[in-house]
């Protein structure tokens, strides 16, 4: 089932479709164009098939017409399709995934990168660095950066946005920052400075991160004497 809805929530558009792809129903009161089938595909009204990106899907057949691009690297058949359409998406027509797997590994990357963010948190708040905030986003994205994983620097950049959604609603109560309420203005700047840092921290080389943590085990050691 797909639906499409308009800018006040009700729905233009729907579709109702077979494991494969073919559409068995049609809701199209506005009679808009409507080209998205499964995950990545676009229907070619022309020839009937499925544009897949790197070749066509017929849903009639559940296979590709043409042989995989990338040989036997996409799976021993050339031409099939997810063997399980419902747990498998293809959405680049070259090699099947389980949507299972897919979300488990998008869980365990937000969960590293939340690991990260939230012990650098602890770090600044343990050394009193509280005031600190765009060093603590350019340490924390930094850390992010060392694992050379992108999909935990994706994560953390979708936390980072969360952050800033939560910061703008604290700032509404008075509660961001120094206690002190900016104006919506004020308040979209600081954003846009944090997103700047955070996008900033992810690009550091290694030597920048090392330099990083040698003025966290300073501090430390500053505030052991």
């Not at 229907?43 to 691009?69: A, F, H, M, V």
């Not at 799976?75 to 070259?94: E, F, H, Q, R, T």
Request: charged letters at 25%; glycine letters at 8%; proline letters at 4%.
């Amino acid at each position: 089932m797909l639906a499409l809805m308009d800018a006040d929530g009700n729905i233009a558009w729907s579709g109702e479709y077979d494991e494969w792809g073919n559409q068995l129903n049609e809701e199209n009161p506005h009679h808009l164009h409507q080209p998205y089938r499964l995950p990545g595909q676009q229907y070619d009204k022309e020839s009937g098939l499925y544009y897949n990106r790197n070749r066509y899907y017929d849903p009639l057949q559940g296979r590709y017409i043409t042989q995989d691009p990338i040989g036997l690297e996409g799976g021993w058949s050339l031409y099939a399709y997810p063997l399980n359409p419902v747990n498998g998406i293809d959405p680049l027509g070259l090699s099947p995934a389980d949507v299972a797997l897919i979300r488990r590994k998008d869980q365990l990357n937000h969960q590293r990168a939340w690991d990260i963010l939230s012990d650098t948190y602890e770090d600044m708040k343990r050394l009193n660095l509280g005031g600190t905030d765009q060093f603590f986003h350019c340490m924390a994205f930094c850390r992010v950066s060392k694992l050379n994983d992108a999909g935990v620097s994706r994560s953390a950049k979708g936390l980072g946005y969360e952050k800033e959604i939560r910061d703008y609603g604290l700032n509404l109560f008075g509660m961001y920052g120094r206690k002190v309420k900016l104006s919506h203005s004020e308040m979209i700047e600081d954003n846009k400075k944090d997103l700047t840092v955070n996008d900033h921290g992810l690009t550091c080389p290694s030597q920048q991160i090392a330099q990083i943590d040698v003025v966290i085990i300073l501090i430390q050691s500053i505030k052991k004497r």
